[in-house]
């Protein structure tokens, strides 16, 4: 059974989130404007193929993920809803209520932290909870971790960035097997130029033979700004430690969060 935010996705419109408002995202940074907005939406009136009722708190979002940077924000616009029509199965036909998805979060821990880094960064966690192949489906897999990350943006709105803790622990060739090249050239396309977000670092931990073996596979898909902040860590963990506070992690990691069930539980409930 899902939680509410994870629920609501299920009527969330493709325009943008309905639960933060843009009096509230104002308040967080005075270089958000309404006069940005009105702009952008000028500029919409001269996109045909681009939808005419995107919400104002996505429009925020896309001049937040920006700098404040107008010509930037329209790009960032543009491949978002380019790219959801390149890709329907992977960004347009997103439904957390499906048997495929119930399944899928019974296999997957995905969330994002309650709390915060000291730079008021959000930390998304995506692992296995049951590490068995066989019944795992990688497009399922990727477009639960898009509906997480849109929960977000419902619920709470801009942020400064966002780091990613990708648990590799349990991930086998079996898993890789599932995985097609164009749902990862497409999952790959949105998280580095259509998803409205300040990416800051992606760590992925407990990597083994097959991660490796997989990053040298996709890093023709990889840009350099994201590889860049890619982090492997494997064997000591004090470097990841070092730049992860333990207020955002599991206590399956050392951390104060809470349990990992207990931050699955508060998308997914068994």
């Known amino acids: 059974m899902f939680s509410r935010h994870i629920k609501d996705l299920a009527s969330y419109t493709m325009a ?4 933060i408002t843009a ?5 967080k940074d005075s270089r958000l404007k309404e006069e940005d907005i009105e702009k952008l939406r000028v500029w919409l009136t ?5 939808p005419q009722n ?3 708190e996505r429009l925020l979002m896309y001049i937040h993920c920006s700098n404040f940077d107008l010509n930037k924000a329209k790009e960032v616009c543009e491949r978002d809803w380019l790219l959801r029509m390149k890709h329907p199965d992977l960004l347009a036909e997103l439904d957390p209520c499906t048997p495929e998805q119930d399944n899928i979060w019974k296999l997957g821990e ?5 709390e915060t880094t000291k730079e008021g960064y959000r930390v998304c966690y995506a692992g296995l909870h049951d590490p068995n192949p066989s019944k795992y489906n990688f497009l399922e897999a990727m477009k639960a971790a898009i509906m997480v990350m849109w929960a977000d943006y419902v619920s709470r709105g801009i942020c400064p960035g966002f780091i990613f803790v990708l648990n590799a622990k349990g991930t086998s060739f ?3 097997l599932k995985a097609s090249i164009s749902t990862i050239r497409a999952f790959l396309s949105y998280a580095q130029e259509g998803n409205p977000i300040n990416m800051k670092a992606v760590h992925i931990i407990n990597v083994s033979y097959v991660v490796d073996k997989l990053m040298i596979l996709t890093r023709p898909l990889i840009g350099k700004e994201l590889y860049n902040i890619i982090k492997l860590h494997s064997g000591d963990m004090q470097s990841f430690f070092d730049v992860v506070p333990k207020n955002v992690l599991p206590a399956e990691l ?3 969060a809470g349990s990992s069930e207990e931050l699955r539980s508060k998308y997914y409930i068994i």
């Open 174 to 176: 079996g898993h890789a």
């Open 254 to 256: 050392g951390g104060t």
């Open 16 to 19: 943008g989130p309905t639960f």
């Open 110 to 114: 995905f969330w994002i932290a309650p």
């Open 23 to 27: 009096e509230e995202e104002y308040k």
């Open 46 to 50: 001269t996109q045909p193929d681009l």
């Open 54 to 56: 995107i919400s104002d």
